[in-house]
């Protein structure tokens, strides 16, 4: 019997990659892990997962691991500098580390014969101007980045796009909106943290005192900034639907939400109900680069693979995230000292 194919998972040990590569687990592949431990989590790998510590940035690294994995035959690739924020204090993270390691990994793999890739892509490929913000974001989209961060992973779509030319690569880009939730022994933990959800809950936890919200004065019906809230496993069911369409479709891009939008203000309700603590919270003024309303549409991925996101209310993801949360209030820290693993 022809043993499954083997998947190389790059970041695998962080958020949305250790919950792909556990998916990828589940559904009978070989799962190599390639994470230089930066953000992720030793931890958060699946025990059934090969892991290997080391940075795209080495490019003998790489070639180590494909010496030691000649039979890799697709790759997902997470690995890389996420934050908007920080990307707008630390440009070259992004538009020079980000775009030159997904090369490295890219020139050798293609040497090796590697033919199906899938990006870990963004929303913020999508800063459009005031007045077309709003409706959901399609594919179709005009692509304007809204930081170094979105300007370094739309530099990677064009260098896929270019390697199809060239190679006959086979690719999808996976545009995620908003990230999110966990399960009971899988979960979000950044340091620092600065995503809403898992901040609202640390306040619900007591490790904080309240939740600042920035920005009421957004064109919205409360004045918060609007988002679309999709959870991790179905983020990761994607990238599994996309992988096995690849030698049918060629090249894909797809935009990842619920295609319903939620407010600051209701993400934080829906917490207080969930938890029920009241989650103190104060406004403060906008944070730099926010667009009022990023609301996906996913009908291409539903009508194409016949993705449908399990986790389809608010409620239910921060009901999983809360899961992970009251469990390992510390993240994957509070799991090295009870020795649990994968
Ligand atoms: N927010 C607050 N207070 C906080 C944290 C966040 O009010 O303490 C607000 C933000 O202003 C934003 C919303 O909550 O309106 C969600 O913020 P997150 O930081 O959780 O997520 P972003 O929408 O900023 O970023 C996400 C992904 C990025 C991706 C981006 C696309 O994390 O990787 O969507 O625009 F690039």
């Known amino acids: 019997m022809k043993p499954p194919d083997k998947v190389l998972v790059t970041g695998g040990a962080g958020y949305i990659g250790s919950f792909t590569a556990q998916a990828l687990v589940d559904a009978g592949y070989q799962v190599v892990v390639f994470d230089n431990l930066y953000q992720g989590h030793r931890e958060a790998v699946p025990q ?18 494909f010496d030691a994995h000649p039979d890799i035959s697709a790759i997902m690739h ?40 899938i990006l870990s892509s963004t929303a913020n490929l999508f800063d459009l101007p005031v007045d077309q913000q709003g409706a959901p974001i399609r594919e179709d989209c005009p692509v304007v980045p809204g930081s170094p961060y979105g300007e370094s992973k739309y530099a990677i779509e064009r260098m896929l796009g270019w390697l199809n030319r060239i190679y006959g690569l086979k690719y999808a880009c996976l545009r995620y909106f908003n990230a999110c939730g966990g399960t009971p022994d899988r979960g979000e933990d950044h340091e620092p943290e600065t ?14 005192p309240h939740v600042v919200i920035f920005g009421d004065d957004y064109p919205t019906p409360d004045g918060t900034c609007i ?19 690849l030698d049918e479709l060629g090249v894909r891009h ?30 403060g003024p906008r944070r730099a680069g926010d667009p009022a309303v990023l609301v996906a549409s996913s009908e291409a991925i539903r009508r194409e693979l016949g993705w449908t996101p399990r986790y389809a209310s608010l ?9 992970w949360h009251s469990r390992h209030p510390h993240g994957y820290r509070d799991r090295y000292a009870q020795g649990e693993q994968g």
């Open 227 to 245: 988002r679309d809230y999709i959870h991790v496993e179905d983020l990761a069911q994607a990238h599994i639907l996309a992988m096995e369409a």
């Open 78 to 117: 997470f690995a890389s500098y996420t934050l908007v924020g920080e990307s707008m204090h630390k440009p070259f993270l992004y538009l020079r580390d980000n775009v030159s390691n997904a090369a490295n990994l890219l020139e050798i793999a293609i040497a090796r014969g590697v033919r199906r890739f």
């Open 48 to 65: 059934a997962a090969t892991f290997v510590q080391g940075d795209l940035a080495d490019r003998s690294a790489i070639a180590a691991l």
């Open 195 to 208: 995503h809403l959800i898992p901040i609202v809950l640390q306040v619900a936890l007591g490790q904080r």
């Open 254 to 283: 797809y935009n990842l939400g619920n295609g319903q939008g939620y407010s600051v203000r209701q993400v934080i309700e829906t917490a207080r109900r969930v938890t029920g603590h009241p989650i103190p919270a104060v406004v």
């Open 315 to 323: 409620e239910a993801i921060v009901r999983s995230a809360w899961a």
